[in-house]
């Protein structure tokens, strides 16, 4: 080194920086410890969320009174016995009129009673998620008070500390100054926590009280709302019990018949040597029913080609109705649906970041302009930018990103190499193609294994689904003729895997425990391992009378599965 910077760095006065940081980290902690309790408190009285409640928009934050409340407004609170650890409980605050229609009639309009069936059948399944989310956010805001006080606090301490009349005190009257100085403050913090706990609006006792006869942690705090309670509950019982019964028999009736089709066509859907399955899903959409009945038939053909025959299942997004924090547990649902499968999905408009996190969390691979290796494929996806209102046409894009910007970015990130590409619009497949639309794509000839000059530009080789729109179309194969061999891109729209209807009228619409209005829609696509290309597909699809069928497979591609030459060439 040489010898004017040795005697700059001789210079630079390490011991007293060394003393003053661990000083300053000293205090830090001793503020730290000493403001927890109020910190805490602060953070249980000032965690809050916003979320959907079947069609209602509340905000979510936390109680202590031995209940989970839904503060209505007009109608006043609804009580259930259900509370986390340390007695805390959920408050949902009805911030608006219900999604449904949008003014204060929709509270009476069909729509609002079925969509919101499902939180009276369980409400236990709403707690629960919302005791989850809240937790997490109740941590993050305590991390966040911990490190501003601390911060700021330990600096203020630092200045005001007597270190030179310290320095002349023993190491052992230092600790035991600063452990008297820590117990203090933590006193005087705690003893603040308990006065600002009591006086929580939060922790008020329950008012009213009035309990549902039949129901047994139900109550209200307002007698006209427990007297309109009495009149519909014959009403809600008999009409939870009717479609548990019909979901039910839905269910049992899809597996039977899926049965008899598999005992017909199970040997022809076989992959042949080279080859792998991918289950490729659109839209379950919050179906409970559809999950369900896909549950029972994914493990008997499972059951039937062995577990070696199938590499993934995919989701071309929709996951869920409305994109909600209680909605977790149909996520986790959906996630094993096909048992130890791995899955690989992407959201579509009816989700949110929220949902994005929860598939993360039931184990689901979520590639966002990304790509994910499973077994010997390569698959690539992006999540959907927006979102729309369960029952409404209104359309958010907080992002600023277009369906059409989404697919070319993802057309970006993705490279060269055969991949099975996922996602949810139309207008984000024709991004990703280069196109302004679909419609050279649906207008291709019916060439599925033969080359021919399509007058669409090379792509990238291998299989692009989406979904959205709840019908199944294609597939279609686009010829890649423009380089030194022939390859193929087959685009596959999905259809609704959760049998939901898309297009709701006042009298016909969808709600997470309904049977399918549409049929359960279920893609089998072959994919040759080696290249990576697709080189056919079967069809699996359940009516809405629960009469499933499977269709024979279709050879897409060239024969193989391997590029070949181009024609002429």
């Not at 598939?359 to 010997?376: K, Q, W």
Request: charged share 20%; net charge negative; hydrophobic share 40%.
């Amino acid at each position: 080194m040489p010898g004017p910077r040795r005697d700059l760095l001789q210079r630079v006065p390490w011991r007293r920086w060394g003393r003053f940081l661990g000083h300053y980290t000293a205090c830090c902690l001793v503020v730290a410890i000493g403001a927890a309790p109020v910190i805490v408190v602060r953070a249980v009285e000032s965690t809050r969320f916003e979320d959907r409640l079947g069609t209602l928009p509340v905000e979510v934050s936390l109680t202590h009174n031995g209940r989970s409340t839904l503060d209505t407004g007009i109608f006043g609170k609804v009580y259930w016995r259900e509370t986390g650890p340390f007695g805390i409980g959920a408050q949902a605050r009805v911030t608006g009129p219900p999604e449904a229609g949008g003014t204060l009639a929709s509270y009476a309009d069909s729509r609002f009673i079925s969509t919101n069936v499902a939180l009276i059948n369980d409400p236990d399944m709403v707690v629960d998620a919302y005791a989850a989310q809240l937790a997490a956010t109740l941590q993050d805001e305590i991390v966040k008070g911990e490190l501003v006080a601390g911060l700021l606090g330990g600096g203020v301490l630092l200045a005001i500390v007597p270190w030179r009349r310290l320095r002349r005190t023993s190491h052992t009257g230092t600790v035991v100054v600063v452990s008297v100085l820590a117990v203090a403050a933590t006193g005087l913090s705690a003893g603040a926590a308990v006065l600002r706990f009591d006086a929580w609006s939060g922790s008020e006792p329950v008012t009213g009280d009035l309990r549902l006869p039949g129901v047994d942690r139900l109550s209200f705090d307002s007698p006209e709302t427990l007297e309109v309670a009495r009149q519909v509950q014959p009403f809600i019982e008999k009409n939870t019990q009717r479609i548990e019964q019909r979901g039910a028999a839905f269910v049992a009736a899809a597996q039977e018949t899926f049965a008899s089709t598999l005992d017909i066509r199970g040997e022809t859907l076989r992959p042949r040597e080279g080859e792998t399955l991918v289950i490729a899903e659109g839209d379950p959409q919050g179906s409970l029913v559809g999950t369900r009945a896909r549950t029972a038939i994914y493990a008997d053909l499972l059951d039937f080609l062995g577990p070696e025959a199938v590499t993934v299942r995919t989701i071309s997004g929709d996951i869920t109705s409305n994109g909600t924090v209680a909605e977790e547990a149909f996520v986790e649902a959906e996630a094993r649906a096909g048992g130890d499968l791995p899955v690989v999905a992407v959201a579509g408009d009816h989700d949110t970041e929220a949902t994005w996190q929860q598939m993360e969390d039931a184990g689901m691979e979520t590639p966002d302009l990304d790509t994910v290796d499973i077994g010997e494929l390569r698959l690539a996806g992006g999540h959907d930018r927006e979102h729309k209102a369960l029952f409404g046409a209104l359309v958010e894009n907080t992002a600023g990103i277009s369906e059409e910007e989404l697919g070319a970015q993802l057309r970006d990130a993705v490279g060269d190499e055969p991949s099975v590409v996922l996602l949810h619009q139309p207008d984000a497949a024709a991004g990703f193609l280069g196109l302004d639309d679909l419609d050279p794509v649906r207008e291709l000839p019916p060439s599925l294994t033969t080359p021919v000059d399509d007058g669409i530009p090379d792509q990238l080789p291998g299989t692009l689904s989406i979904g959205h729109l709840h019908e199944t179309a294609g597939p279609w194969v686009i010829w890649n003729t423009d380089g030194d061999q022939v390859t193929w891109t087959v685009v596959d729209q999905l259809g609704t895997s959760g049998g939901v209807e898309n297009a709701p009228t006042f009298n016909r619409f969808s709600t997470p425990v309904s049977v399918p209005l549409k049929p359960i829609s279920v893609r089998l696509q072959y994919v040759d391992v080696t290249s990576g290309l697709q080189t056919g597909y079967a069809s699996l699809v359940c009516d809405v009378e629960a009469t499933c069928s499977l269709s024979d497979r279709v050879d897409v591609g060239l024969p193989g599965g391997e590029p070949g030459p181009v024609p002429g060439g």
